[in-house]
C-alpha cells in the first residue's frame, strides 16, 4: 500500500526556522516526483513545488519561490519542506502528495500525506 | 485569485444531480492540459476523484465522472448521498506558471 506519513504538529514563533517530513512507503520512493501543497485556514488548495527525489530535480511556483526551501533523501524514501525564517502568514496545513501521470499533458496526484498543520504566533 | 475558477458552493438533495464547473485559461485547460477532481471531506486531506479529465481510480463510485471541453472541466455527481457532503477542487498544469494549479474550491452541501 502506498503511504505518505508527515511529520507531526508544530508551533513556532515568527523568525523561528522549521523543516517538516513527508515519508514513503510501498513504492519506489526515488522514482516518482512528491509535491507540497498549502492550504491556509479555511482556504482552498495551493501547489507549492515539487521534487523529484531521485536526483533532487526541483520546481517552485513563482508565488513560493525564495520563500521555501524543498528537499529530499532518497536513501531513507523522505521529502522536506523547510522554512528559514517563519512569519505567522506561514500558518497552515501542509500536505506532500505524490505525483503520477499518463502522458505530456497529465499530472494529478494519487497519494497524500495526512498534513502537517504549522503554526506560527508569538 | 485561483488561476483556476470554481463555483464557491453548489448543494443538491439526496438522489439529485449536480454539477461543478472548473473554468481554465489557453495556459492550462485551453493548451489541452488534463484535468483532475479531488474530494476533500471535513478534517481529511485531499483524496483523487477523477484524473485525466475523465478518469476514475478503482474504488470510486461510478456516481463521479468528469469532462472537458475548450478552456473549462466539469465535475457531475449524480445520485447524491449525506456522505458526498465535502469540498470538492479542480487541478491542472499551467505552461506559463510551470506547475500545477488548482481551483479555488466548491463546497457541496446536501440538503
Known amino acids: 500500500e502506498v503511504q505518505l506519513v508527515q511529520s507531526g504538529a508544530e508551533v513556532k514563533e515568527p523568525g523561528e526556522s522549521l523543516k517538516i517530513s513527508c515519508k514513503g512507503s510501498?513504492?519506489?520512493?526515488?522514482?516518482?516526483?512528491i509535491g507540497w501543497v498549502r492550504q491556509m485556514p479555511g482556504k482552498g488548495l495551493e501547489w507549492m513545488g515539487i521534487i523529484y527525489p531521485g536526483d533532487s530535480d526541483t520546481r517552485y511556483s513563482p508565488s513560493f519561490q525564495g520563500l521555501v526551501t524543498i528537499s529530499a533523501d532518497k536513501s531513507i524514501s523522505s521529502a522536506y519542506l523547510q522554512w528559514s525564517s517563519l512569519k505567522a502568514s506561514d500558518t497552515a496545513m501542509y500536505y506532500c502528495?505524490?505525483?503520477?501521470?499518463?502522458?505530456?499533458?497529465?499530472?494529478?496526484?494519487?497519494?497524500w500525506g495526512q498534513g502537517t498543520l504549522v503554526t506560527v504566533s508569538s | 485569485q485561483s488561476v483556476l475558477t470554481q463555483p464557491p458552493s453548489v448543494s443538491g438533495a439526496p438522489g439529485q444531480r449536480v454539477t461543478i464547473s472548473c473554468t481554465g485559461s489557453s495556459s492550462n485547460i485551453g493548451a489541452g492540459f488534463d484535468v483532475n477532481w479531488y474530494q476533500q471531506l471535513p478534517g481529511t486531506a485531499p483524496k483523487i476523484l477523477i484524473y485525466d479529465n475523465n478518469s476514475r481510480p478503482s474504488g470510486v463510485p461510478d456516481r463521479f465522472s468528469g469532462s472537458k471541453s475548450g478552456t473549462s472541466a466539469s465535475l457531475a455527481i449524480t445520485g447524491l448521498q449525506t456522505e458526498d457532503e465535502a469540498d470538492y477542487y479542480c487541478q491542472s498544469y499551467d505552461s506559463s506558471l510551470s506547475g500545477s494549479v488548482f481551483g479555488g474550491g466548491t463546497k457541496l452541501t446536501v440538503l
Open positions: 502528495a505524490r505525483r503520477r501521470s499518463s502522458s505530456r499533458s497529465s499530472e494529478w496526484f494519487d497519494a
Open positions: 510501498g513504492y519506489s520512493f526515488s522514482n516518482y516526483w
